[in-house]
């Protein structure tokens, strides 16, 4: 079988805190194909923004660490232990990141063109004259009108969302395999929000690239994304495609997200939501780490739960109710 | 710059070609026109009062000729500036409005901020152009007995003192003297400091530990105490005072800037650019530094003025420029003795150090508020 672009084996990032050790991200599992929009899921906390920074190596170590038998693979490169360099190259080369805030992710003093340019020059090593020219095509392709203009604005001169395109245009310059947006689009408002997404799509069509996208809002993977991961507590819960999440959720974790969704169909009703927060990081319960939340928690729930393979393949569940019995083959 | 533009009228072109800044601060903008203006003016004066001397400088010694530099630069920069700013020629000028420009403009509304900087600036030229515009060697004795303690007068305008040494010609030397000491000194202490902070915030961990604990290590050590070792052990020279300055005064801005840059190092586009695979030194150099500069440029400014006065108390003390040499705390120092039959020795020099001082306390004050964005409106 062909390696995936992105393969993450049993990450695990613990933070060494002086009131014990948080496992933010504590065993997952998932891969991005190439070309492919992957979504993952979850509430605050439950560990998305950590796994995409592990991806990179972004987190400060200490008190951040990953752990030994944790795997990273990109085109078949280990990343997890890989040193300093191979790892500058990588980021913003072939796996780019945009970030929630458009707001601070820009540099006050220099002008876009000058921030554009800038990841050009270094990873391309191209003249001046050339980087500025590429800066002024990518403002246009990330739909900035009068880009010869705005190639010589300061951050604070532009929107929000013309922010947020001023990242993906940066993000983009070098022609990554791979990019990670996490909550590209949270502090943005809806309509901006809409253009948005509908850029990073046409973008991830055109060049081919890989996009890994981080939310908590189900209304942005059905939008975009074509496969699904849900994070709760650390782990991945549930995997599939977006039709096969939204249609039948079998972890009840989804489901419940799923039911706290405002629904035009059904208006009038009171919004669902699940009860209770996501636990504390340090002390993980027990058994199913959903089973104090879960409506439908009862035997069986004690037990540290696995995710197993459902029929459909590369769908998955960490419930042990919701796996039928003709299972094939439990991983 | 559209609001007030003075683009495209010829008359301003005409009055800018002969008076250069007169249109700009007729327009209202007073700190860019005044300092045109003065500088055009002053240097005007000089060619035009200092003829044969300008000339003769041609021939002279490098002080002479950096004079002379000075004199030719200022004026071309002035006529150049304003020519440009009255013909409209950059029309991208409000495409691109950065941080810098903002801070620039809330500065110039700083009426006060902007008498100190042209008072500096034109201080600044004076030093430069001394040896064209004094009118005697600071040095020179004239005869011992008739033209000592000659008091204010047409040949003498601020008098003789002791040595019938023209005091005004000491006074503009002394300027030299003064404003070098604290521009070299002040621009070492920035420069160490503003890297060793980053560095130390950037860091953190055991780096940040060692080079804050040095700090404190420096911080601790007795000023002027270091002085009078170092001075008893190498003898003094202008050299040794603006080294001992310039290395005990760094502590103050690694400080600063270890502040700043641990919180920007919080900042996403901090995150951004490590996301971006830049290296430390990249984001140290190109990202941290220039957006903690803020504050750096306003303590420079205050530093600059804080270390006149400790220079200018090193040597009333006798510490620090040793005579013939003039400087302005010497000469305190020594008109001292006769402040009663001879009021204008120490009174000049006293007054001159406090006019700098205050311009660049000014200066720094106005800065802050220009560099604050929480203060601008």
Redesign the interface.
Known sequence: MRESLLTVQDLRTYFFTDQGVAKAVDGVSFEVNEGETLGIVGESGCGKTVTSLSVLGLLPEPPARIMDGSSVRFLGDELVGADEARMRNLRGNEISMIFQEPMSSLNPVYSVGDQIAEVLRVHRRIGRKEARHEAVRLLDEVGIPAPDRRVDEYPHQLSGGMRQRVMIAMALSCEPKLLIADEPTTALDVTIQAQILELLEELSVNHGMAVLLITHDLGVVAEVCDRVVVMYAGQVIETGTVLEIFTEPTHPYTRGLLDSLPSVTDSGRRLNSISGTVPNPVHWPQGCRFRERCPEAGDGCEEEQVLVALETTGRSSRCFKTVPVNLTGAG | MSDRSLAGRRRWRVVSTVLPGLPQVLMGRWGAGWTVLLTWLGCLWVVMAHYERVVGALGGGWDQNLALGTLVVSLTLAWTWSWRDVSGSDE?KD??????DLAVRAFSKNRTAVVGLIVIIGLYLVALLTPLLAPYDPTFQGDLITERYVGLSATHPLGTDNYARDVLSRLLYGARISLAIGFVAVSISVSVGTLLGAVAGFMGGIVDAMIMRFVDIVISFPRLVLLITIIGLFGSSIFMIVAVLGLTLWPGTARIVRGEVLSLRE???I?????????KR?IIL??LI??ALGPVIVAATLGIGNTIVLEAGLSFLGLGVQPPTPSWGTMVAVGRDDLLGAWWLSTFPGLAIVFTVLSFNLVGDGLRDALDPRLRT
């Open positions: 991208s495409v691109g409005v950065s941080q810098w900042r996403e586009f995150q951004a650019a490590t996301a971006l695979g830049y290296s990249r190109r990202h220039p957006n």
